[in-house]
């Protein structure tokens, strides 16, 4: 097998898994793992939530600021819950169900742990593909393209593309698909000369 052959089959199908199967393990694990987030099934809830809160850091300079009187603070503290509320968007109606924030925390952990190991590799592409397209359709497409410029759907894309890379390449040699096509092409490739119509050699 020579080195152009190595890249294509094994090398590049192995990058690309192990970029993607980090990613999509990560936001799964975080998504199913926190402990508000219910096993998977309020992640969407808790994160907006806290979208429509202060963040912590803010609300702590507030607290260690000495320049400013307890009244003072309390009044900030009301003046950014109105600002965080007001400024934030609605939850999407398809993610206010809990079987769909679950399909999607588990669809993304399992996924990733699927594409590390390279089983499925085509299908679990595929449907990592399909929650990519839901999340620009329901939440990042409304926010442009630029993900700097106001969390767009940019990265979405990238995402997508790689793993449109992978439904097509597959697995690659070095996992787990192509450890179990090995042995098929084994066989195949044993039973082959029985097919020729040649007589089985005597003796």
């Known amino acids: ?18 970029a993607l199967g980090g990613i999509f393990l990560y936001h799964g694990v975080v998504k199913v793992v926190t402990p508000e987030n219910d096993l998977g099934s309020a992640w969407a809830s808790t994160f907006w939530n806290r979208q429509a809160q202060p963040p912590e850091r803010v609300l ?9 009187s307890d009244k003072q603070r309390a009044q900030m503290r009301e003046d950014l819950a109105k600002a965080y509320g007001l400024g934030s968007q609605p939850m999407p109606e398809s993610l206010q169900y809990h079987g769909t924030q679950l399909a999607v925390a588990w669809g993304e952990l399992l996924g990733g742990l699927a594409l590390i190991l390279g089983c499925l590799t085509r299908l679990t592409a595929l449907l990592l593909i399909v929650i990519q397209v839901g999340a620009i359709a329901t939440v990042t497409w409304a926010r442009g393209f630029s993900f700097a410029e106001g969390g767009g759907y940019e990265y979405n894309v990238a995402l997508i593309g790689a793993c449109a890379a992978l439904v097509f390449l597959g697995g690659g040699t070095l996992s787990l698909d192509g450890k179990m096509a090995r042995p098929r092409k084994r066989q195949a490739g044993a ?12 003796g």
Do not use: F, H, W
Not at 60 to 68: G, K, M, N, Q
Not at 191 to 202: D, I, L, N, R, Y
């Open 191 to 202: 039973a082959a000369p029985a097919s020729t119509g040649q007589p089985a050699p005597v």
């Open 60 to 68: 702590r300079s507030l607290d260690e600021d000495e320049r400013l």
């Open 1 to 18: 097998m020579g080195n152009e052959s190595v890249s294509k089959n094994a090398i590049a199908p192995l990058i690309l898994r192990l």
